[in-house]
């Protein structure tokens, strides 16, 4: 069985001519509500068949990267669209600020201990991208790392170490998919005040949400140098409508269905020998008394 992909208009392979303003975070073209939510439950039940596939075959390794601004839905995308999952192949690792340990380290250490084994869908929410993009726009978290001085630009080093590291775990075994949830400020807005007026919501909100809300523009800035100096082949960006969050959870799974159907994932074979011992198994347990 496969689902339409409604992934493919979202995908930057190339970021030399990409501008967000061009990715209207509303959009959700030819779909319904409902065609969307139905469609999703069709690409959930194709997810669990591949990434059992994914196990079974323990030759590649699945990397999912989150990133959006506060309230953009990255938490309710991965719940949906990972809901079938064998959690026993799924591993969910949330990067927030930095500990000591961490500053003391490359800004690539905290994440590389996480990646997932092959076999096995590993999932970032918010990622080494964070050091692209909060602390741009915070150059106090940057003075925290107390780097040596290096001439150049550091921004376009990091972006350099990136595709770099980027393009080592594809080499060896890793496919990695990004996804950037494309809110809109109006409907960031409109979600804060939910989360304030909904008792069962006040623990996600915090005040630091809206000094953050102020820097908008600069975060866009970021987050548009950043997918148009780290979209690569090997590593695309998704600039994922989030207005509508069924929509936001269809594209993402139809991205991640078309990432694992591209590797030709097959069950191992079972040699001669092999099928012979397990004829005598069945023969064996056929042929018990019933107790």
């Not at 980027?166 to 809109?184: A, D, H, M, Q």
């Not at 809206?210 to 695309?236: F, G, H, L």
């Not at 990432?259 to 004829?279: C, I, M, T």
């Amino acid at each position: 069985m496969k689902t339409k992909n409604f992934s493919k208009p979202f995908r930057v392979t190339d970021g030399k001519k990409f501008r967000l303003k061009d990715f209207d975070p509303r959009a959700a073209p030819g779909l319904s509500k409902e065609g969307a939510v139905e469609a999703l439950k069709q690409g959930v039940a194709r997810l669990s068949e591949l990434q059992d596939k994914l196990f079974a075959d323990n030759r590649w390794a699945v990397l999912l990267i989150f990133q959006a601004m506060d309230a953009a839905g990255k938490d309710s995308a991965i719940k949906h669209v990972m809901s079938g999952v064998n959690p026993q192949g799924c591993q969910v690792f949330s990067f927030k600020a930095p500990s000591a340990e961490e500053l003391d380290h490359d800004f690539l250490w905290r994440t590389a201990r996480c990646l997932p084994e092959r076999g096995r869908i590993g999932i970032f929410n918010r990622s080494y991208y964070e050091e692209v993009l909060v602390v741009r726009v915070h150059p106090e978290f940057l003075a925290a790392q107390r780097l040596p001085d290096v001439p150049g630009d550091i921004w376009k080093m990091r972006f350099e170490d990136i595709n770099a590291h980027e393009r080592y775990l594809s080499r060896n075994g890793t496919v990695i998919r990004k996804f950037f949830l494309n809110v809109s400020r109006n409907e960031q807005k409109k979600r804060f005040l939910e989360r304030l007026d909904r008792p069962e919501k006040n623990w996600k909100f915090s005040a630091g949400d809206v000094k953050e809300r102020e820097r908008w523009a600069d975060y866009m800035s970021a987050y548009e140098d950043m997918i148009r100096n780290t979209a690569t082949a090997e590593a695309p960006w998704y600039v994922v409508p989030a207005d509508r969050k069924w929509f936001t959870r269809l594209v993402v799974a139809e991205a991640i269905i078309e990432a694992l159907e591209s590797l030709d994932l097959r069950y191992p074979a079972v040699d001669a020998s092999k099928r012979e011992e397990l004829k005598k198994v069945r023969e064996l347990l056929a042929g018990e008394t019933a107790s």
